[in-house]
């Protein structure tokens, strides 16, 4: 299998890595803007043709195209993917584009190619949200009553007052917010946003922390916070509590407990839940993405989330922004 990567920042290099152990799969192929990463690339990867535009890796009879770009260039990079029938089989970075009128025209325009297509949403391929999944099919907690999520990091919680520094990541409930959004989604289907409060911690227009109330289309309401200015978070964590009328179910990236009414309690560390693969570089769920996706345009299949679902991720954010502006 022939892959090409445009763009060589961090998700880049991890996945060009990553690829490049899988069975039968070759880097052919990359793209990105700086001279000196490229230079540093090839160094890495002797015979992967290096360029600067998307559209000089036609003709390369590529089966597959990475795109690891900043969010803003995801639209148009996947459009000259397809226009220039560079590669049928699409894999993103979340999220899919800048907006959902974006997502909604590379969900039609992958429709019509009919390739596999694919989201970097990896917390899906996470071993504590996939037990806390089975738990919750299990009703290991009884009727669902409520839900909260959380995404938290110390990334600007020692900022100056006034630095604008944020705004070049896009806001945090894009850039943190979306993972747990997504896997709200993948737990419970769709949902609304009721309300959404957004907080300028640093500096006028810049989004440093949201909170969002959200109902399912079953009923159950949820709640997210979403913060980027939280101190002792030097990485990144995501988590969610599910509120059962049998118990509570607590999971975050690294456990998951399971406390029934009565007193029981269960716990789940990421090493009981044989959390193992092929070739570990930066977390295993980003080895378990890259391998469905690589069996799917094998086997022929869909992955998951593909671009539709993705979109999905898209809709909330934006549907919390304009609730947000109205406030």
Sequence with gaps: MKVGVVGLGKMGLLHSCILSTLPNVEIVAVCDKSLIISRIFKKFFKNALVTDDVVKMSGLDLDAVYVTTPIPSHYPVVKAVYSNEIARHVFVEKTLASNFAEAEELCNLARDIGGVNMVGY??????????????????????????SAYAYSSDFSEAQKGSRESLSRGGVLKDLGSHVIDLALWLFGDFDVESALSDAVMAPKCEDAVRLKVKTREGLLGDFDVSWCKKGYRMPEFGFSFHGSDGLLNVNDDQVVLELRGGSLRRWYRHDLVDNVGFLIGAPEYYREDEVFVRAINGNCSADPDFLEASKVDYVLEEAKRRANRK
Excluded: C, H, N, P
């Design 122 to 147: 990896m917390k899906r391929y996470a071993v504590t949200f996939r037990k806390a999944k089975e738990l919750l099919a299990q009703q290991a907690i009884g009727d669902l009553q409520s839900f």
